[in-house]
């Protein structure tokens, strides 16, 4: 497991984080010693720390994708937590695997409101509180599809390609990124951004293994990644380590938007 020793002791919130790719960098936190909150939906933050016997992280339930309740749940979290130094920030929404001919507007219109007015909310909520401390650093997660599109001759027997409000929400993150670093910047607020590639996890690989070989022949180092691959960019970009980093989005595709 990855270690950062300057994380200990600091307070960092992880939304989405016992998810597949949260589930890995909650882990390597509580290693280091960070005092981390790990935000998902009900009973998910409570399992995921029972079946790890997490020292330092403390379960709660917030869905940070809804926009009207929003400002109420960060003003619970904070006076319960205090306001944390960093946010990594991997809740998004989508509108489940819709095709592009099926997607209607309310779809789209309820992913860019989960995936980007929340963000907004949620990152000027607390880059505001990091402000006051002249010091604070962001992680946000956007993905390849914020970059290109995805391939649809991949998609075979049914498969729906990943949908568009999908994609057109993590691009949004990553300018969103753009801006809020600059904002933010000469206060000691740093914004970046993790842009994963693919990481199918086992069961989505198990139920779809010539999908998965199409993925791995179209990146350079011909596998997809393991979540556990995601931990140390992630901890790099919250970390001091990268205290002259921001405005940056991090590709961990295995080099699939390099060609």
């Not at 300057?6 to 890995?24: C, E, F, N, R, S």
Request: proline share 6%; charged share 20%; aromatic share 8%.
């Amino acid at each position: 497991m990855m270690f950062a020793p300057d994380l200990a002791g600091k307070k960092i919130w992880v939304t989405g984080g016992a998810g597949y790719l949260g589930t890995p960098i909650i882990q390597a936190l509580d290693e280091a010693g960070a005092e981390t909150v790990c935000l998902d939906l009900p009973g998910k933050a409570e399992a995921l720390c029972a079946k790890y016997g997490l020292k330092h992280t403390i379960p709660e339930r917030a869905n940070l994708c809804e926009v009207e309740s929003l400002p109420e749940t960060l003003d619970r979290l904070t006076k319960t937590h205090g306001a944390p130094v960093g946010l990594i920030h991997l809740a998004f929404a989508s509108s489940a695997g819709k095709r592009l001919e099926e997607l209607e507007a309310k779809d789209f219109r309820r992913t860019m409101e989960g995936g980007l007015t929340a963000n907004f909310i949620l990152c000027r909520t607390l880059a505001e509180h990091m402000k006051a401390n002249r010091s604070g650093s962001v992680v946000l997660f956007s993905s390849m599809y914020g970059i290109v599109s995805p391939d649809p001759s991949m998609y075979r027997n049914e498969m729906k390609p990943n949908p568009i409000d999908y994609g057109t929400s993590k691009a949004g993150v990553l300018q969103m990124m753009r801006y809020f670093a600059v904002h933010y910047g000469s206060s000691g607020v740093r914004f970046n951004c993790i842009t994963p590639g693919a990481f199918p996890t086992p069961a989505t690989q198990k139920a779809n293994p010539d999908f998965t070989e199409l993925q791995k022949n179209k990146i350079p180092l011909a596998r997809v990644g393991d979540a556990t691959e995601i931990v140390g960019p992630t901890l790099f970009l919250i970390s001091k380590a990268a205290s002259y980093v921001t405005g940056h989005s991090l590709v961990v595709d295995g080099g699939w938007t390099a060609w």
